[in-house]
C-alpha cells in the first residue's frame, strides 16, 4: 500500500508519500513523549539568531531545570551548543525570570502584564533591551517561567517562527490534576502500560529518575498536580512510614509545580486509627482527621488534598453511618482547611435505592446537597452520567450545582476505548464534551464556562484526567495513548484550544515536522474516536461490555448489579431498542436545563448520536438517511471496522516516515485493533439480528 495513492478502506486518501520519503528517522523507543527535541535540520537556520544564549536570572531549584530544559533543547534541535551565561546581554538571548529574581525582567515595567497572567502563567516577547534584540520570558513565579519556557520550546519544536513574539498565556483552570488508580502492590486498576511508576519497596531513600522525568513531562503542559493512588483507596497510604515515601516523590516534584494529592479511604479512622467508628459526625472521628492532616503538611507543607470515593461500588463513606456525602466531605474539609488543603469528593456514586435509574442517581443525590459543602470541597464529576463510555452526553450536574464548586474528571486510561490496544485520540471526546452547551445560565453556558466560572463564579476549578502512564518504556503502553495525557494537560490549561490543533502540536513533537505526514496523522487521530463508537457503541448504545471493559458482551445479563450487566442499558427485544429516559420514560431528561431537555426529550430533535441513550425505537423506526433503525445501526458498525481497516493501511503507508520500530508497535496493535473491530461488528450485530430479526445488509 505503501506508496500508492487513492482511498483506502477507513475512506480517506493517502496521498503519494513514497516518491518523497525522507531518510528513515533513527529508531525511538517513545521514552521521550512529546519532549524528543529532534534535530532540525536546516530550518534551524531560522532559530540561531533567536537564540544564541541562555540567560535564566536565579538560583532556585526552578531555575535549574529552567537553564537544563532550554540549554538541552536548543542544543538538540539547533545542533550546536547554546551556552547558558548569567552575566551580558548579546543580541539573541534568551532572558528568563521574575521580576523578583531579575532586574532586567523589574526594568521592563510589566508590572500589570504581568499581573494579569496570576501565579502561573506568563509572558514571551521580544523585545530590545539596551538596543540588544531579546526574547523575554517574564512570570510572576519560577513556576509560571517554566511554563514559559515549555511554551517556547513548544514553538520550536513545532515550526513556529519566534522572532516577533507577544503571548500572554495563564490557565483558565486552578486543578490541573493526573489521578493515577495506582495500588500499593504495584498493579494499576484500569492500567494497560505495565506497573505503577510508584516504587514503594525503594522510597524513601532510592528515587527513580522516573518520577523527575514524570513531573517534567506534566509541567510541560502544565499539569500541576497528581493524585497518586487508586480512588478504592488502601487506607494504609496514610500510615506514618507510607506518609515519609508520599513526601520524597513530592519533594522531587515541587520544583516542577507538581503538588501531591492522596486518596483517602473514608474509613481510615477505624482501618489504620484503631477508632471504633468513622462516622463524620464524631468528635473523635473529626480529631483524628484533623490530626492526620496536621501531620501530612508537617511532612508535604503544599500538600493539595484529599480525593474520595464514598459510598460507592464498596467503598466506605458517610452513607454507612447514616450521614450525608455533605458531612462526609466537610469532616474532611474542616481538618485540611487550616493548612489551605481542598476536598474533591467524587459524584461517582450510584446507590440504587435512589433511582432505578443508573444514570440518574448522582444528580439527584448531590444537587440536594447543594450549599451544604464547606467552601474547600469540590464536587468531582465525571463526563458522563454513566462512566466514561465511547460516547455519553454530557454529566446533567454541571452547571446544576449552584453554590458548590464542581470540577470535571475524564479519562486518558482508555478502560472503555480500547484499552492500550487500540488508537483512540480522546481529544475530540473531550472538547465535544467541553464545548456542549449546558444553558445552565442561558444559550452559551458550554460546560468548559461553566468548569472555568465563566457564567457562574466559582471558588475552585478545575480538570482532572484519570491518567495512563505506566511503567512501560513508552509510559502509555500505546504511542498514540501518549497523546492522551498530552491533550489533557493542554485542554486543561486552555479548554478552548481545538483538538485540532492539539493533535497537530503533539504529532509534530512526537513523531516528525513533516507537513505531509503531519497531515495524514492528524486526520487519523482526528477521525480516530468517531471510528471506535462506530464499531462498538453508535447510537447512543453503552456499555455492551463486561468485566474486562474491552471486548463486546451485549448478551452480558449477570453480573453482581443490574447495572453493571449490558441488557440493564440496551434493552433490545423483538419491538426494539434503547433506554427511554425522556419525559414518557423515567424523566432522566429533566436533569437538563431547557432547551436541552426538550431537544434531547423529542425524538426528532434528539442528536441522533444519543437516540438509544434517551429514546427507545423500534427497529424499522426512520433514521434521518431514511434507512431504517436496523440498517443504520448496521451500516455504522461495518463503517467503523471498514474505518479500522483503513486506519491501519494509512499507517502502513507512512513506513520510512516514522523510525521502524515505533512504527512496527503502533502497526502490531492496529493489527489487534483490525480484527477487534471486526468481532465487534459481526458479534454484536449477530447479537441484535436474533431480536431485530432483520437480515445485515451489505452496504459496505
Ligand atoms: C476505580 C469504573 C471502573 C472502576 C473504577 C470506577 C471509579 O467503574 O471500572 O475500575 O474504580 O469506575 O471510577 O471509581
Known amino acids: 500500500m505503501a506508496g500508492a495513492t487513492g482511498l483506502c ?38 532559530y540561531r539568531q533567536a537564540v544564541r544564549q541562555i540567560r535564566v536570572d536565579g538560583s532556585s531549584a526552578t531555575h535549574r531545570i529552567i537553564r537544563d530544559e532550554l540549554r538541552s533543547a536548543t542544543t538538540a534541535m539547533l545542533g550546536g551548543a547554546v551556552p547558558a551565561n548569567e552575566t551580558g546581554l548579546p543580541d539573541g538571548t534568551l532572558l528568563v525570570g521574575t521580576p523578583d529574581h531579575s532586574a532586567l525582567i523589574r526594568d521592563l515595567s510589566w508590572t500589570a502584564d504581568l499581573l494579569a497572567v496570576g501565579n502561573e502563567g506568563f509572558l514571551i516577547r521580544s523585545v530590545r533591551i539596551v538596543k540588544h534584540p531579546v526574547t523575554v520570558i517574564a512570570a510572576n513565579t519560577d513556576i509560571g517561567a517554566l511554563y514559559g519556557a515549555f511554551h517556547f ?30 495500588n500499593p502492590n504495584g498493579s494499576i486498576e484500569r492500567g494497560y502500560a505495565g506497573r505503577s511508576m510508584w516504587q514503594w519497596n525503594d522510597l524513601p531513600d532510592k528515587l527513580s529518575p522516573r518520577y523527575s522525568d514524570y513531573a517534567r513531562t506534566c509541567a510541560s503542559v502544565g499539569i500541576n498536580g497528581a ?22 516523590l513530592a519533594e522531587v516534584w515541587r520544583p516542577y509545580g507538581v503538588r501531591m494529592y492522596l486518596c483517602a479511604n473514608f474509613a481510615a479512622p477505624v482501618r489504620i486509627g484503631g477508632l471504633t467508628t468513622a462516622d463524620p459526625l464524631n468528635q473523635g472521628v473529626a480529631d483524628w482527621w484533623k490530626a492526620k492532616a496536621d501531620e501530612i503538611y508537617r511532612l508535604i507543607p503544599d500538600f493539595g488534598g484529599f480525593l474520595v470515593k464514598a459510598n460507592s461500588e464498596g467503598q466506605p463513606g458517610p ?29 461517582f456514586v450510584y446507590d440504587d435505592d435512589i433511582d432505578p435509574d443508573r444514570a440518574k442517581r448522582a444528580y439527584i443525590e448531590f444537587t440536594r446537597l447543594d450549599g451544604q459543602f464547606r467552601p474547600n470541597v469540590v464536587i468531582q464529576v465525571k463526563n458522563g452520567a454513566i462512566d466514561f463510555q465511547p460516547r455519553e452526553p454530557f454529566h446533567p450536574l454541571f452547571g446544576a450545582m449552584k453554590q458548590t464548586p464542581v470540577i470535571a474528571e475524564i479519562q486518558a486510561t482508555q478502560e472503555y476505548l480500547g484499552q492500550a490496544k487500540h488508537l483512540v485520540y480522546l481529544g475530540t471526546l473531550w472538547k465535544e464534551f467541553l464545548d456542549s452547551d449546558t444553558h445552565a445560565n442561558g444559550g452559551g453556558s458550554t460546560v468548559a464556562k461553566v468548569l472555568t466560572g465563566e457564567g457562574q463564579p466559582s471558588r475552585i476549578t478545575g480538570l482532572v484526567s484519570v491518567t495512563n502512564p505506566g511503567l512501560d518504556a513508552n509510559w502509555c503502553g500505546h504511542h498514540f495513548s501518549q497523546s492522551n495525557w498530552y491533550a489533557f494537560g493542554r485542554l486543561a490549561w486552555n479548554p478552548n484550544l481545538s483538538a485540532e490543533h492539539v493533535a497537530d ?12 505526514t503531519v497531515a495524514v496523522i492528524r486526520k487519523m487521530m482526528m477521525t480516530s474516536r468517531e471510528t471506535f ?22 448478551w452480558n445479563d449477570r453480573a453482581a448489579r443490574a447495572d453493571w450487566t449490558a441488557v440493564y442499558y440496551h434493552k433490545a427485544a423483538a419491538d426494539g431498542i434503547g433506554f427511554d429516559r425522556t419525559r414518557r420514560g423515567d424523566h432522566a431528561v429533566e436533569q437538563y436545563y431547557p432547551p436541552v431537555c426538550d431537544r434531547f426529550d423529542d425524538i426528532k430533535t434528539c442528536p441522533e448520536q444519543y437516540l438509544l441513550w434517551f429514546h427507545r425505537c423500534a427497529w424499522n423506526y426512520p433514521m434521518k438517511s431514511g434507512k431504517t433503525l436496523w440498517d443504520e445501526l448496521c451500516g455504522k458498525y461495518q463503517e467503523g471496522a471498514a474505518q479500522a481497516a483503513g486506519l491501519q493501511q494509512t499507517w502502513q503507508a507512512l513506513a520510512g516516515r516514522i523510525d521502524s520500530s515505533r512504527h512496527k508497535e503502533v502497526a502490531d496493535r492496529l493489527a489487534i485493533q483490525v480484527a477487534d473491530a471486526a468481532k465487534w461488528r459481526d458479534q454484536i450485530l449477530e447479537y441484535f439480528g436474533r431480536f431485530s430479526k432483520r437480515p445485515i445488509p451489505r452496504s459496505i
Do not use: C
Open 533 to 554: 463508537v462506530k464499531y462498538t457503541m453508535p447510537l447512543g448504545l453503552h456499555h455492551l461490555i463486561g468485566g474486562d471493559h474491552y471486548a463486546p458482551q451485549p
Open 9 to 46: 478502506a477507513g475512506g480517506f486518501a493517502i496521498r503519494s508519500l513514497a516518491a518523497e520519503t525522507p531518510a528513515q528517522p533513527p529508531d525511538e523507543d517513545g521514552y521521550k513523549l512529546w519532549l524528543r527535541y529532534a534535530p532540525m535540520g536546516n530550518a534551524s537556520k531560522n
Open 319 to 347: 452513607k454507612t453511618y447514616g450521614r450525608t456525602h455533605a458531612d462526609g466531605a466537610n469532616v474532611l474539609a474542616d481538618a485540611l482547611a487550616p493548612h489551605r488543603g481542598n476536598v474533591m469528593w467524587r459524584a
Open 505 to 516: 502540536e503533539w504529532t509534530r513533537m512526537t513523531f516528525t515536522n513533516d507537513d505531509k
Open 227 to 248: 493524585v497518586i493512588n487508586n480512588v478504592n483507596a488502601d487506607p494504609s497510604i496514610l500510615a506514618a512510614g507510607n506518609l515519609r515515601k508520599v513526601a520524597a
Open 153 to 182: 520550546l513548544r514553538l520550536m519544536q513545532t515550526g513556529q517562527r519566534i522572532e516577533q513574539l507577544d503571548i500572554k498565556e495563564r490557565p483558565s483552570l486552578q486543578l490541573r490534576l493526573m489521578n493515577h488508580w495506582d
